[in-house]
């Protein structure tokens, strides 16, 4: 008899995602349904605005991404208009993106993945001594003395003597799929303090060329921020040089910390290297322009697609194809004119609410019918996984020789072959193997724009197209930005002036869609199936392979009512329901 495991909500994500599984009676996963749970509306909130604007809105999809939707909303503007911006623009906005990654994928790692890894309850156990020796053994950080983990050991243990774990509520600690020696563990838990700290030191270059964070400033046609040597409110030599030292600590912790942690953690959980692939298929739209847009050849994260694992042969996809690229609805609370077979390119898609099923809370998901507020994007009608996996497959892929160094040396030092890329740990490796690549291009966006300046090439706003009496009357546009979650899209139609439609197709849409109208699962769905269970009311192995994407709901799901109705309140804790 099958077995329905129901997780809501996820923790440690950003937004609320419910997940439904099915077990056999080895206590195997055989099916796996994804639901987002709140309603979306930004694109319906952004039409008849102006679209000069849009960004402001749409960067409010979402807290923990911030930057990705705005620069993906001024790109699709731009396009739409034929802006191009100033080259020293470009450069900046590769550093505001470079710096995106790098924060984003070290505070995955560690406040949001690593505990389905490291037990902390374990580390009371540690001696602080071997935990030193590991930690000298494997990099040159400072923060290394028996006695600085002893301390930390302390401070753990106040907290759990106390019975209020705080920000390590949520997990379960002394579960038997936990496989790290105390000693690791404690390792691990004072970066994780540690990570807790360093992300105030790396938030600077969004601060000064973007005035705060998270939600930067923006404009179409370039960056907000001049460049002046001389001037106190732009870009000048002492906040260059604070940008320079904010780099210089986010590199440091990534080479002495973050990689030396994944390498250390990784081999304990080689099993993992055989679980949690799912479809097979990727998708990246392509980042970090040398120059002009358009130029794909010039990106240094390809625009790409894989299907089948088939690295040897990348397909350049465009994402104007309207036969290609379409979202589907047949298990999603929405409606189509056309009907729930119909799939949609988003420059004509519709967002219309049709919710028909049980009001939650609901006991189960009606999977045969509508089951999740995420539509269910598809290319040429299959499903695809997008985020670091798939960009580092396609840079390995095009022959990017950092990216085939590390890959292969990552997999060499674990001992795995090629095909363990396509797993939850191939997945979280990646997400290192990437922030590595990126981090060492921060120093090199760094010295173009230092060498844009001392050459005198200081604009960073075109202006030429700004008014919208310069604007044809009906014009369409295309935004992307591999977000540090995976391919993120924005599609606006402008008529008149004015945003007429505007669709949002997001990483996580990709990866936790529901089925669609040929009852293809997404890749969340497909990834769960053939995972086994140590013990199913404690589904630590469904957290790992989930946590593995990162998923962000909210931009999934654009929680925002236009009329500015609350949607309702979920709880913070796990909601574990077994039923036969």
């Not at 939707?69 to 790109?75: D, E, L, N, V």
């Not at 406040?111 to 540690?126: K, Q």
């Not at 907290?159 to 404690?186: C, M, R």
Request: hydrophobic content about 40%; charged content about 20%.
């Amino acid at each position: 008899m099958s077995q329905r495991i129901v997780v809501d909500p996820i923790t440690r994500i950003e937004g609320h995602l419910r997940m439904e599984v099915e077990l056999d009676e080895t206590q195997t996963i055989t099916k796996a349904y994804s639901s987002g749970t709140m309603v979306r509306g930004i694109e319906i909130i952004l039409k008849g605005r102006d679209p000069r604007e849009a960004w402001a809105f749409a960067q409010r999809a979402c807290g923990v991404c911030t930057t990705v939707h705005a620069i993906a909303s001024i790109r699709a503007v731009e396009d739409a208009l034929g802006i191009r911006i100033p080259k020293a623009a470009n450069i900046i906005r590769n550093m505001i993106i470079a710096q995106q990654y790098v924060h984003d994928h070290v505070m995955h790692f560690y406040h949001l993945h690593a505990l389905d890894f490291v037990d902390v309850v374990s580390a009371l156990a540690a001696d602080p001594k071997k935990t030193a020796d590991i930690q000298q053994s494997i990099s040159t950080w400072p923060l290394s003395s028996a006695p600085y983990f002893a301390d930390v050991q302390k401070k753990v243990k106040v907290i759990v003597d106390s019975g209020q774990l705080s920000l390590f509520t949520n997990a379960y600690w002394g579960h038997p799929a936990y496989k790290l020696p105390p000693e690791v563990n404690l390792l691990a838990v004072a970066h994780y303090l540690e990570a807790l700290d360093w992300q105030s030191q790396v938030t600077k270059i969004h601060t000064i060329f973007g005035g705060k964070n998270p939600h930067p400033n923006f404009v179409v046609g370039g960056v907000p921020l001049p460049i002046d040597m001389d001037g106190d409110q732009s870009l000048n030599a002492e906040k260059l040089s604070v940008i320079a030292d904010s780099i210089r600590k986010m590199n440091d912790f990534v080479d002495q910390v973050y990689i030396p942690d994944l390498l250390a953690v990784a081999p304990f959980y080689l099993d993992y290297a055989a679980v949690g692939e799912g479809l097979g298929n990727f998708l990246t739209w392509g980042e970090f322009p040398a120059g002009d847009i358009n130029d794909t050849s010039k990106y240094l994260v390809p625009r790409a697609l894989i299907l089948n694992r088939d690295v040897k042969n990348v397909i350049v996809p465009d994402p104007r194809d309207f036969e290609k690229m379409k979202e589907f609805i047949a298990h999603s609370w929405y409606s189509y004119a056309r009907g729930d077979k119909a799939g949609l390119a988003p420059w004509n898609g519709e967002t219309s609410f049709n919710f028909t099923g049980p009001q939650p809370p609901f006991e189960q998901l009606n999977v045969e019918g509508k089951y999740s507020w995420l539509k269910a994007p598809r290319w040429n009608e299959t499903p695809m996984e997008v985020g670091p996996l798939a960009r580092v497959l396609a840079m390995y892929a095009v022959g990017h020789p950092q990216t085939v160094a590390l890959v292969n040396a990552v997999l060499d030092k674990l001992k795995a072959p090629v095909s363990a890329l396509f797993s939850t740990l191939g997945r979280t490796a990646a997400r290192g193997i990437e922030t590595k690549v990126i981090s060492d291009m921060l120093p090199v966006y760094f010295d173009e724009l230092t060498s844009e300046i001392k050459a005198g090439r200081t604009e960073t706003f075109n202006g030429e197209k700004w008014e919208p009496s310069t604007w044809p009357h009906q014009t369409r546009g295309f935004g992307f930005i591999e977000a540090p979650r995976g391919a993120l899209g924005h599609w606006v139609v402008i008529v008149g002036g004015k945003i007429k439609n505007y669709q949002m197709v997001v990483p996580t849409t990709w990866n936790a869609s529901p089925r669609d109208h040929k009852d293809q699962p997404g890749a969340y769905e497909a990834a769960l199936v053939g995972t086994r269970m140590a013990r199913p009311d404690q589904p630590l192995e469904i957290l790992r392979t989930i946590h593995s994407f990162d998923p962000c709901m909210a931009c999934a799901i654009h929680m925002i009512d236009a009329q500015g109705r609350s949607l309702g309140e979920v709880g913070t804790g796990f909601n574990v329901i077994c039923r036969s």
